[in-house]
C-alpha cells in the first residue's frame, strides 16, 4: 500500500503559480495510477488531472487544459501538480489519490489510497 502526503499548498494572487507534491510511502508506489482531486467548499470532489503508473497517459479535467500539468517521478516516490494561470475558482482544498491498477481515472471511488489534502487559495 501507499500513503500520499500533500504540500505545496498556499495563498497566491489571480494569474500566479504553485506547484503541488505528493509524496507517497510504500515500496509499489510506481505501480499506481495517481490523480489529483479538488474540493470547493459546498462543491463535489472533482478530478483535476490524473496520470498512469509509468506516466505515459494523462488526464485533465477540461477547465485546467493548458494551465496543468502533472507528473511523476518514480525514483522518488512523488507526484507533482503545476499549476500555472491560477484562478479565484481553482480555490479548493486539493487532494492526493493512488489507484491500485495504475490507471489514469477520473472517478474518486476507484482511488484506494487518500492524503489528507492542501489549500489552495487564489485571491482576485
Known amino acids: 500500500q501507499v500513503q500520499p502526503v500533500e504540500s505545496g499548498g498556499g495563498l497566491v494572487q489571480a494569474g500566479g503559480s504553485l506547484r503541488l507534491s505528493c509524496a507517497a510511502s510504500?515500496?509499489?508506489?510506481?505501480?499506481?495510477?495517481m490523480g489529483w482531486f479538488r474540493q470547493a467548499p459546498g462543491k463535489e470532489r472533482e478530478c483535476v488531472a490524473a496520470i498512469t503508473w509509468s506516466g505515459g497517459n494523462t488526464y485533465y479535467v477540461d477547465s485546467v487544459k493548458g494551465r496543468f500539468t502533472i507528473s511523476r517521478d518514480n525514483a522518488k516516490n512523488t507526484v507533482y501538480l503545476q499549476m500555472n494561470s491560477l484562478k479565484p475558482e481553482d480555490t479548493a482544498v486539493y487532494y492526493c489519490a493512488a489507484d491500485r491498477y495504475g490507471l489514469a481515472r477520473a472517478v474518486a471511488d476507484v482511488y484506494d489510497y487518500w492524503g489528507q489534502g492542501t489549500q489552495v487559495t487564489v485571491s482576485s
Open positions: 510504500g515500496r509499489t508506489f510506481s505501480q499506481y495510477g
